[in-house]
C-alpha cells in the first residue's frame, strides 16, 4: 500500500527563519510526487513536480528536492503571505492506478 | 481564465435526501476527479475519470456516484446522504500525458453538512 508521510505536523516560523518540510514516501515504483499549497478553505494549488531522484524545481522562496525515499520543500526567507498547508502528493505506477495518495500536510505559520 | 467551479459552495441537507454536486472545467482535461477532505484524514479520492464515458473508484467511493456525459462536466451524485458523508469536497482536472496525469486544478470546494 502507497503511504505518505507528511512532517512535521505543524510549523511556525519568524518572518526570515528559513526551515524545510519533509514528505517521505512509500510507493511501488514513482510516477510523479506532487507538492501543493493550500489557503484556509480554498482548494489546493500546484506548486511542483518531480519525477525522479536528484531533481530540484525552484519558485521564488521555494525549493522542492527529491530522493528515492522523500521530498523536501525548503522555505527560504519566509514572508507571512507563505502562510500556508503545503501538501504533498504521490502518483505510483502500481497496475495502471490513477488515484494518487496524499499526505495530511504540513501547516505552515510565519510571523511577522 | 483556467478554471474548475463547483456548485453549491456551501449545502446544508437531512439524511436520505438526494443531493448533487457540480463540476465543470474549461481546460479541455481529459482527467477528472473527486476527493473529500476530513480533518486528520487528508484528502482521499472518491472517483476519477479518464475520459467521457470513463469512470472509476477512487479510495473511498461507498455511497457516492458520478457520471462523465460531457468532456468539462463531472458531477457527483450522493443518492442517499448519511451524516458521515459531512465534509468538505473538491474536484480536480488535469490533463493526461504518456500515461501520467500532470498537476491537478481544484475547485474552490464544496462543503456539504448532512443532518
Known amino acids: 500500500e502507497d503511504q505518505v508521510t507528511q512532517s512535521p505536523e505543524a510549523l511556525r516560523l519568524q518572518e526570515g527563519e528559513s526551515s524545510s518540510l519533509n514528505c517521505s514516501y512509500t510507493?511501488?515504483?514513482?510516477?510523479?510526487l506532487f507538492w501543493y499549497r493550500q489557503d484556509p478553505g480554498k482548494g489546493p494549488e500546484f506548486l511542483f513536480t518531480?519525477?525522479?531522484a536528484g531533481e530540484e524545481k525552484e519558485k521564488e522562496r521555494l525549493k522542492a528536492t527529491l530522493t528515492k525515499k522523500e521530498s523536501f520543500l525548503h522555505i527560504t526567507a519566509p514572508k507571512p503571505e507563505d502562510s500556508a498547508t503545503y501538501l504533498c502528493?504521490?502518483?505510483?505506477?502500481?497496475?495502471?492506478?490513477?488515484?494518487?495518495?496524499f499526505g495530511r500536510g504540513t501547516s505552515l505559520i510565519v510571523h511577522p | 481564465e483556467a478554471q474548475v467551479t463547483q456548485n453549491p459552495r456551501y449545502l446544508i441537507t437531512v439524511t436520505g435526501k438526494k443531493l448533487t454536486v457540480t463540476c465543470s472545467q474549461n481546460?479541455?482535461?481529459?482527467?477528472m476527479s473527486w476527493y473529500r477532505q476530513d480533518p486528520g484524514l487528508g484528502l482521499r479520492q472518491i472517483y476519477y475519470?479518464?475520459?467521457?464515458?470513463?469512470?472509476d473508484k477512487g479510495d473511498v467511493p461507498e455511497g457516492y456516484k458520478v457520471s462523465r456525459k460531457e468532456k468539462r462536466n463531472f458531477p457527483l451524485i450522493l443518492e442517499s446522504p448519511s451524516p458521515n458523508q459531512t465534509s468538505l469536497y473538491f474536484c480536480?482536472?488535469?490533463?493526461?500525458?504518456?500515461?501520467?496525469?500532470?498537476?491537478?486544478?481544484f475547485g474552490p470546494g464544496t462543503r456539504l453538512t448532512v443532518l
Open positions: 480536480a482536472s488535469s490533463s493526461l500525458r504518456g500515461g501520467n496525469y500532470n498537476e491537478q486544478f
Open positions: 510507493v511501488s515504483g514513482l510516477r510523479g
Open positions: 518531480l519525477y525522479s
Open positions: 502528493a504521490v502518483q505510483a505506477r502500481t497496475g495502471g492506478s490513477y488515484i494518487p495518495t
Open positions: 481546460m479541455n482535461h481529459e482527467y
Open positions: 475519470s479518464m475520459n467521457v464515458e470513463v469512470t
